[in-house]
């Protein structure tokens, strides 16, 4: 699985951005997607993450203000962020996991492995 996050900038305090992320590779689903966040100095940390069947967990600091939605498309995972703030630069990974493959006739989850994608800036100026 290879993931391509896009759509980081910079943008005001009080504005909005939408990160995507772009899904390739020969699997036929994906079960969880979520997006972390490293900023300088700190450790990275979950921002959200959303499992089919399972529901979306978002971390107490992006509640009311982001949202994460899924397509069928490439499994497309955009967030869209609102009413950013200075503590909201950092850099933004995609994370898939539960990636279900074809083995023959049959399919296989694979539960083990966590693929990152490569990280897209975000830098809120205030």
């Known amino acids: 699985v290879q993931l391509q996050a896009s759509g980081g900038g910079l943008v005001q305090a009080g504005g909005s951005l939408t990160l995507s992320c772009a899904a390739y590779g020969s699997f036929t689903s994906i079960r969880t997607m979520s997006w972390y966040r490293q900023s300088p100095g700190k450790e990275r940390e979950l921002v959200v993450s959303d499992t089919h069947g399972g529901g979306t967990i978002y971390a107490d600091f992006v509640k009311g203000r982001f949202t994460i939605s899924r397509t069928n498309a490439k499994n497309m995972v955009p967030l869209r962020m609102n009413s950013l703030s200075s503590e909201d630069t950092a850099v933004y990974f995609c994370?898939?996991?539960?990636?279900?493959?074809?083995?023959?006739?049959?399919?296989?989850?694979?539960?083990?492995?966590?693929?990152w994608g490569q990280g897209t800036q975000v830098t809120v100026s205030s």
């Open positions: 994370v898939a996991e539960n990636v279900t493959y074809y083995r023959g006739t049959a399919t296989y989850t694979d539960f083990h492995n966590v693929f």
